[in-house]
């Protein structure tokens, strides 16, 4: 089946780069030039026709295949077995309560973080440990930045265009990890969310920036959490009061104390759903005095269920660090969690 | 190396509606307002309310709020605005 899109040429890899900066292709960094075959080889891989409907970006009407969405892979730097990730993150983020276009455009100016599970970490060399929410491995820097590609050019999601955020934090350029399921006893993000062990997986979550903790001065679970809940007592009271899903990063020195302790994420996210809360009057202590009206006594969870907390077990293995990663909006936007269909295994056909 | 390269943006151009013919005047008709909900509006569309009514004499304001802010307006919304002359909407941050 022949590509629909319009090829252009170009005299040189250079004058690729200014075709695509001029364009407003870009995130404003190099891109590797989109060849047929580079974008071929990404679509075989994932064995996956050109023209397959990913789905419709329905408030502006937005159809996205699977072709647009392998170029801009392609110039993200991705390889083939790189796409079947991308292709199962933006499946899950056109599902409705994921709210693309609000997550997109919003002046709250949210990013999209990708979770990996399952055995498709090892095969890409995803790395859940040292610097996990930073540049930790090609893996998880190319398809963090594929999924902000795609939105920059299949949505128009441009900075003054759709996209309307206000700040943006670093995570539009990408922002994916992986967990780090080989060293911890704890079920892995997508077994808490409903999905078999041995299945690869790809959970999205509209999110604002990491915000980090310390705390290495106890072994004793509830201090730790305590920390944990009271970062996200800050965000409701400087950010936004609203429920939603809530991420926590756990890195190795803090999950082993947890652990040996014999909690689970389950009673991670029960302690923090019974912790983080706020009442409205606090708002009165940071200037917020004006929102607070008659209802200075209501409380206010970060957490409508302990199932909205996501607990990634990532980091390095030294430090007492952990990170609270707020979502975008309260429960405008909910994380998505799939499963990654393609057989990373095989290969492209007739291989 | 001469390269061939290839489009990376959707190329087609989203649908759009047909405008609505454009009203000779404001006088006697119904407008509407569909707030996002957000603070900023609540004084915008009070202002705007009286500005038509006083200075353009429209006949009646029509206010309503989305449920949700970062969403399209509810299909009720949508519906009623069909006996409308005239709308306005707006974010409000």
Known sequence: ?351 | MVLQVLDPTNETAPPVGQPAPRLASLAGKAVGFISNGKEGTTGFFAHLDRMLREELGVAEVIRRVKSNYSAPANPDIVDELRRWQAVVTGIGD
């Open chain 1, 1 to 351: 089946m022949p590509l629909a899109a319009k090829t252009y040429t170009v005299a040189d890899i250079h004058a690729a780069q200014e075709l695509y900066h001029a364009n407003g292709w870009t995130d404003g960094l190099p891109i590797v030039p989109p060849t047929e075959d580079a974008v071929r080889a990404c679509l075989d891989w994932a064995m996956t026709p050109p023209d397959q409907l990913l789905g419709i970006e329905t408030v502006r009407a937005v159809p996205i295949t699977a072709e647009k969405l392998a170029i801009n892979a392609v110039m993200a730097g991705c390889l083939p077995m790189h796409f079947p990730v991308v292709l199962t993150a933006v499946t899950a983020m056109l599902r409705p309560e994921f709210l693309l276009h609000g997550a997109t455009s919003s002046t709250g100016g949210c990013a999209v973080l990708i979770v990996l599970n399952g055995p498709i970490r090892r095969e890409l060399g995803a790395g859940g440990t040292f610097n996990a929410l930073g540049n930790s491995d090609r893996a998880t820097a190319v398809i963090g930045r594929a999924i902000r590609l795609a939105l920059i050019n299949i949505l128009e999601v441009r900075p003054g265009g759709i996209d309307r955020s206000t700040l943006g934090h670093p995570g539009k350029f990408s922002y994916c990890l992986a967990e780090d399921e080989e060293d911890t006893a704890w079920n892995p993000l997508h077994v808490q969310r409903g999905l078999p062990g041995e299945t690869s997986a790809v959970t999205v979550m509209a999110a604002g920036a990491p915000r980090q903790i310390m705390n290495e001065w106890t072994t004793a679970p509830e201090e730790i959490l305590e920390t944990f809940a009271a970062e996200m007592r800050a965000n409701m009271r400087h950010y936004s009061i609203w429920a939603g899903n809530y991420a926590l990063i756990i890195p190795r020195q803090l999950r082993e104390h947890l652990q040996a302790a014999g909690w689970s994420k389950a009673d991670i996210a029960a302690f923090i759903h019974a912790r983080a809360r706020v009442r409205r009057g606090e708002w009165a202590e940071v200037g917020k005095r004006a929102v607070v009206r008659d209802q200075a006594d209501t409380e206010y969870a970060a957490l409508e269920a302990p199932d909205r907390l996501l607990v990634v077990a990532a980091g390095g293995p030294a430090g007492g660090f952990g990170a609270v990663i707020p979502p975008w909006l309260g429960n405008k936007s909910a994380a998505v969690t799939l499963p990654i269909g393609a057989c990373v295994d095989c290969g492209p056909p007739g291989q």
